[in-house]
T-cell receptor, first 114, second 114 residues
Framework: SAVISQKPSRDICQRGTSLTIQCQVD?????MFWYRQQPGQSLTLIAT?????????ESGFVIDKFPISRPNLTFSTLTVSNMSPEDSSIYLC???????????FGSGTRLTVV | AQSVTQPDIHITVSEGASLELRCNYS??????LFWYVQSPGQGLQLLLK??????LVQGIKGFEAEFKRSQSSFNLRKPSVHWSDAAEYFC????????????FGGGTRVLVKP
């Protein structure tokens, strides 16, 4: 399975600032996804990161708040913009390789907004 | 839209006893089904997955799950629980027709009594 490096692993940020999270995969992958896990909650899909085109966002998530880049088949970033304490969550990157039966998750970024 | 329900928010089980976690899904076609485990402060680890074929799936750490199409269920079982199995368990459903994105259930927290 693919190996994912997600950075940073955790951060404490001031409200109103932005944080960019990186997801690096050790091999080319077809699908890359970004999830949010709010405290004590399950995982919610934010968006699908599309290589060479704009990300596809789920209901309740918008590009202005969560801009996503995917410049190639091994790398993606998620930015959490204009943060508020409600954005305090774990953010996870997930990938699926073409033809592979399964998804791999990064170790997550634990974000605290103060 | 696909959805996943885990009816039990918490389950407490004695060490050595059997464990069954329930998962029900809603989707028109046969989805991909997964069980993940998340230990405190840790990332997601895949326990097992079902794509097609034999409806009884064996996973890691002694877990198994059975896909029952008639009941839209994918329950997770372990015959004898170890203290290290205390964690949060998530059922997830994905489908090619849904862009291969995963939808997660709300999770079941398992506590193991000595």
């Amino acid at each position: 399975s693919a190996v994912i490096s997600q950075k940073p692993s955790r951060d404490i940020c001031q409200r109103g600032t932005s944080l960019t999270i990186q997801c690096q995969v050790d091999s080319q992958v077809t699908m890359m996804f970004w999830y949010r896990q709010q405290p004590g909650q399950s995982l919610t899909l934010i968006a699908t990161a599309n290589q060479g085109s704009e990300a596809t966002y789920e209901s309740g998530f918008v590009i202005d708040k969560f801009p996503i880049s995917r410049p190639n088949l091994t790398f993606s970033t998620l930015t959490v913009s204009n943060m508020s304490p409600e954005d305090s969550s774990i953010y996870l990157c997930s990938v699926q390789r073409q033809g592979a039966n399964g998804y791999t998750f990064g170790s997550g970024t634990r974000l605290t907004v103060v | 839209a696909q959805s996943v329900t885990q009816p039990d928010i918490h389950i407490t089980v004695s060490e050595g006893a059997s464990l069954e976690l329930r998962c029900n899904y809603s989707y028109g076609a046969t989805p991909y089904l997964f069980w993940y485990v998340q230990s405190p402060g840790q990332g997601l680890q895949l326990l097992l997955k079902y794509f097609s074929g034999d409806t009884l799936v064996q996973g890691i750490k002694g877990f198994e799950a059975e896909f029952k199409r008639s009941q839209s269920s994918f329950n997770l079982r372990k015959p004898s629980v170890h203290w290290s199995d205390a964690a949060e368990y998530f059922c997830a459903v994905g489908a090619r027709a849904a862009g291969n994105k995963l939808t997660f259930g709300g999770g079941t927290r398992v506590l193991v009594k000595p």
